[in-house]
Nanobody, 133 residues
Framework: QVQPVESGGRLVQAGGSLRLSCVVPGRTFSAATMGWFRQAPGKEREFVAA?????????????YYADSVKGRFAISRTNTKNTVYLQMNSLKPEDTAVYYCAVDPAYYADYSSTSNEGVYDYWGQGTQVTISS
């Protein structure tokens, strides 16, 4: 059973920082893509960031960001390969949303794949992030 579990969402003032965590208990992935998506009230879910790594000899590691968060957010992975973090800085009211973690046990080397919801097999329940102005 692959069940991502998100945490870290809370109320923060604009300009502040927050770190979200996503862990898949009991699993490690030699190769995988773990992504963050968000859904604001009344809007469709959108891609935020993803990190993808290969399990081959080259040990490739790639990160991808939506334009709206580039330079403000950073995604990273632990060496245990079952936890990712989303460090969010310079937060804006428009970052308010439910943030979802998604996992697919495959490596992707392109933005179009990692930003596509349909690629991911497993989804967390989400964590609420609220940015006050």
């Amino acid at each position: 059973q692959v069940q991502p579990v998100e945490s870290g969402g809370r109320l923060v003032q604009a300009g502040g920082s927050l770190r979200l965590s996503c862990v898949v208990p009991g699993r490690t992935f030699s190769a995988a893509t773990m992504g963050w998506f968000r859904q604001a009230p009344g809007k469709e879910r959108e891609f935020v960031a993803a990190i993808s790594w290969s399990g081959d000899w080259w040990s490739r590691l790639s990160t991808y960001y939506a334009d709206s968060v580039k330079g403000r957010f950073a995604i990273s992975r632990t060496n245990t390969k079952n936890t990712v973090y989303l460090q969010m800085n310079s937060l804006k009211p428009e970052d308010t949303a439910v943030y979802y973690c998604a996992v697919d046990p495959a490596y992707y080397a392109d933005y179009s794949s990692t930003s596509n919801e349909g690629v991911y097999d497993y989804w967390g329940q989400g964590t609420q992030v609220t940015i006050s102005s």
